[in-house]
């Protein structure tokens, strides 16, 4: 039965293979099977400092060349632990939902987190000519949201 392995290589970037249980990788070139590696790029890193509570909340964003059952190019973003991948299947989906609400912008809610209106990280999805991923941090400390946006490697679906 197959099965995925990932072996990271010093650190960053992790590849993933595809194996056949029981062989060795080196076998794996003879048997017409498709080596499949990702390779995680990091675009930037960045924390908000909250000085009321003294909290950080940190966002990861990397690109990615292989995301979603169609191995397409893709972004990924992670605050707080939660991860909001931004591949073609998923953004086609919430790209939909907006139209369908009249509205070029799309808060995608399980990637957010917004208990609280002072305190609050959202990413959106920004519908125009370049589709963008737009993540919004507000601390209670601060008056305004510290707000970045990062083009998508995609155009269409």
């Known amino acids: 039965m197959p099965f995925y392995y990932a072996s990271p290589k010093i650190g960053h970037p992790w590849v993933v293979s595809f194996l056949i249980a029981g062989q060795p990788a080196a076998n794996l070139q003879h048997q017409n099977t498709k080596i499949m590696s990702n390779i995680k790029t990091k675009l930037d890193e960045w924390e908000v400092k909250d000085i009321e509570d003294n909290?950080?909340?940190?966002?990861?964003?990397?690109?990615?060349?292989?995301?979603?059952?169609?191995?397409?190019?893709?972004?990924?973003?992670?605050?707080?632990?939660?991860?909001?991948?931004?591949?073609?299947?998923?953004?086609?989906?919430?790209a939909y939902a907006a139209k369908k609400a009249n509205t070029t912008e799309y808060l995608v809610e399980e990637g957010s987190w917004t208990v609280y209106p002072d305190t609050y990280i959202?990413?959106?999805?920004?519908?125009?000519?370049?589709?963008?991923?737009r993540v919004e941090v507000k601390v209670r400390s601060k008056d305004q949201p510290v707000i970045k946006e990062y083009e998508l490697p995609f155009t269409s679906f």
């Not at 940190?58 to 909001?84: A, F, I």
């Open 122 to 133: 959202r990413q959106i999805l920004v519908l125009g000519e370049k589709l963008t991923a």
């Open 55 to 94: 909290s950080v909340i940190r966002v990861w964003v990397e690109h990615n060349t292989e995301m979603g059952n169609n191995s397409l190019p893709g972004l990924q973003v992670v605050t707080m632990g939660r991860m909001v991948n931004y591949e073609p299947l998923h953004v086609e989906r919430w």
